[in-house]
């Protein structure tokens, strides 16, 4: 068994969106959020788009001091334009290089949603664990069911040392209810992407979090 963490996170999560395009990244930033994944679904993109859009967010987080921006998935394409993070999901760890990301100092996030997954990811020493589905969400489909604030609060705690974030149907009105489960980040898509003012729903989410 590998005895190397990930490289720890070089600053609080607290407010996390996750985003389709590398331009949602450069806004948010400007914005003032810090923690922003991009999450690009494959098959609505040609490969050399994704690339794009990768190096892009890359290049857009290395700008602004203090960014953590993450990329879901396209972990070889994050590795080579220099990406801060990757997050993957359990069924990423079979083939993932997971030796090759932790030399090159990229942090890595890992998704669980059962206790079970919890230990497996645990192993890995990531740089942060996500916990979901809270809720309900109509954005990917999910074949486990919400946990809930009653099992966060149980299972946040078997996370440690590892920084945890809340994923999965989080409303802005719902998140200061998640924080109070003892997370350090809260995820969130809709809530900003979907947003009447996005900007607004940004700045109001990095309050909600300090509450």
């Not at 999560?13 to 990244?25: H, Q, R, S």
């Not at 009653?150 to 802005?172: D, M, N, T």
Request: with cysteine; hydrophobic share 50%; aromatic share 6%.
């Amino acid at each position: 068994m590998n005895t190397t963490a990930f490289a720890p996170l070089t600053s609080p999560i607290g407010f996390y969106p996750v985003v389709p395009t590398a331009a949602w990244v450069e806004r948010l930033l400007g914005w003032g959020v810090r923690t922003i994944q991009l999450r690009i679904k494959a098959a609505d993109h040609t490969p050399a788009a994704i690339e794009r859009e990768v190096n892009a967010a890359v290049q857009a987080g290395r700008k602004v001091p203090g960014a953590q921006v993450f990329i879901n998935d396209h972990w070889q394409l994050a590795l080579a334009a220099g990406a801060y993070g990757v997050h993957l999901g359990q069924e990423d760890l079979g083939f993932a290089d997971i030796a090759a990301l932790r030399q090159a100092g990229v942090r890595l996030g890992l998704s669980t949603h059962t206790p079970a997954e919890l230990a497996r990811a645990h192993a890995v020493q990531p740089s942060y664990l996500a916990i979901g589905p809270i809720y309900p969400t109509t954005l990917k489909v999910m074949p486990y069911e919400p946990v809930g604030l009653e099992r966060l609060k149980l299972w946040a705690p078997q996370a440690a040392p590892y920084p945890v974030v809340a994923i999965g149907g989080i409303s802005l009105a719902l998140l200061p209810g998640v924080m109070a489960c003892g997370v350090d980040g809260v995820a969130v898509v809709s809530a900003v992407t979907l947003a009447a003012d996005p900007e607004q729903a940004a700045r109001s989410g990095l309050q909600l979090v300090l509450i």
